[in-house]
Antibody, heavy 121, light 113 residues
């Protein structure tokens, strides 16, 4: 059974930084693309970033490009999201989400429980 | 970017009655391999999303057969043959053909009338 467990969320001031982690189990982690998807309070789903299984290829939504960095440690079965220069509109639940063997074409077949990031002074 | 448009955005349904949600894309979702990468997700209140349908009409393991997906090209539909109380939540379509960026529909909130 696929399990994805996010951690690292919390309250941070505007302009601050935070690193999210996602511990994965139940599948061969290094074989699959992994995503971060966020959901602002009361809003819909917004894709944030994806990384290939090897970690060599990454993509970002325009809204986070240059501020967020996705990475993975396949030896630890862990996905990361380094978030810098945080803004109030980054406030959201951040989900770790398992993709397919390839980045494109894409799907998401499993989701974590999410971790809440609140950006506020 | 491909824009995904769902309708309706709110769907009150009587228990035991059918429900239908539409999703249209601004471009055809047929990929170069001939497949169409259109997914449907369900998000129950207070829960994470879960995938119900992939590649237009393939149900995920454990998804009740009252859920079905159909469509082609730019127009897609999620149908629930007989709505049950546990179906309450928000439903999203998501295209995977033109990625990144991935694009989700706005979501359709299903509630019991």
């Amino acid at each position: 059974e696929v399990q994805l467990l996010e951690s690292g969320g919390g309250l941070v001031q505007p302009g601050g930084s935070l690193r999210l982690s996602c511990a994965a189990s139940g599948f061969t982690f290094s074989n699959y693309a992994m995503n971060w998807v966020r959901q602002a309070p009361g809003k819909g789903l917004e894709w944030v970033s994806v990384i290939s299984g090897s970690g060599r290829t990454t993509y970002y939504a325009d809204s986070v490009k240059g501020r967020f960095t996705i990475s993975r440690d396949n030896s630890k079965n862990t996905l990361y999201l380094q978030m810098n220069s945080l803004r109030a509109d980054d406030t959201a639940v951040y989900y770790c989400a398992k993709g397919d063997i390839v980045i494109v074409p894409a799907t998401i077949d499993s989701w974590g429980q999410g971790t809440l990031v609140t950006v506020s002074s | 970017d491909v824009v995904m448009t769902q309708s309706p955005l709110s769907l009150p349904v009587t228990l035991g009655q059918p429900a239908s949600i539409s999703c249209s894309s601004s471009q055809s979702l047929v990929y170069s391999d001939g497949n169409t990468y259109l997914n449907w997700f369900q998000q129950r209140p207070g829960q994470s999303p879960r995938r119900l349908i992939y590649k237009v009409s393939n149900r995920d393991s454990g998804v009740p057969d009252r859920f079905s997906g159909s469509g082609s090209g730019t127009d897609f539909t999620l149908k629930i043959s007989r709505v049950e109380a546990e179906d309450v939540g928000v439903y999203y379509c998501m295209q995977g053909t033109y990625w990144p960026p991935n694009t989700f529909g706005q979501g359709t909130k299903l509630e019991i009338k």
